[in-house]
T-cell receptor
């Protein structure tokens, strides 16, 4: 069964702190994604990665960076947390190795609810 | 720019009262349309992928259909456990550039 695991369900951080959100998938998927979800705005793509050490900016990358050192792990980094980064963060993966993006849905973790005070 | 609009924003049904959720989309070259279910405090759970107009997919009480401009998620004789937010998303190519709608929050009352 498909499994995407996010390391924390809830996180409270102070303004200016450096924050790491971790995500691990056990499906040998090539693509991994970070989204944030806010009421009234839906899911917005922050960054994605289609291979180890590769990354691409999504729609709202400002204030974030990512790291993908191993295929199964994708980290989201908030360099200096701000209150407007309070949100639900969702990690997703897709595309089995050798598969096609055309018919591969995203598989999501259960999210990390981050509060920045 | 791809756009996805879902309606209604919220829907309240009595148990057994069938209805449909709408997803209208504007995209330059649809490669796939996805439906997800999201329970409170959890990540979206994949339900269906539709690729071309006229296609239909079914799962238990849910049936998804697709036209050239919109998709419908039909819910037949819903039960309280069908209560959730249903998300629609479109994929228009590239490295899985997926655009999500805001969702329809469905509440089924016993």
């Amino acid at each position: 069964d498909v499994k995407v695991t996010q390391s924390s369900r809830y996180l409270v951080k102070r303004t200016g702190e450096k924050v790491f959100l971790e995500c691990v998938q056990d499906m040998d998927h090539e693509n991994m994604f970070w989204y944030r979800q806010d009421p009234g705005l839906g899911l917005r793509l922050i960054y994605f990665s289609y291979d180890v050490k590769m990354k691409e900016k999504g729609d709202i990358p400002e204030g974030y960076s990512v790291s993908r050192e191993k295929k199964e792990r994708f980290s989201l980094i908030l360099e200096s947390a701000s209150t407007n980064q309070t949100s639900m963060y969702l990690c997703a993966s897709s595309v089995p190795t050798g598969g096609s993006s055309y018919n591969s849905p995203l598989h999501f973790g259960n999210g990390t609810r981050l509060t920045v005070t | 720019e791809d756009q996805v609009t879902q309606s209604p924003e919220a829907l309240r049904l009595q148990e057994g009262e069938s209805s449909s959720l709408n997803c209208s989309y504007t995209v330059s070259g649809l490669r796939g349309l996805f439906w997800y279910r999201q329970d409170p405090g959890k990540g979206p759970e994949f339900l269906f992928t539709l690729y071309s107009a006229g296609e239909e997919k079914e799962k238990e009480r849910l049936k998804a259909t697709l036209t050239k401009k919109e998709s419908f998620l039909h819910i037949t004789a819903p039960k309280p456990e069908d209560s959730a937010t249903y998300l629609c998303a479109v994929y228009s190519g590239g490295y899985q550039k997926v655009t999500f709608g805001i969702g329809t929050k469905l509440q089924v009352i016993p």
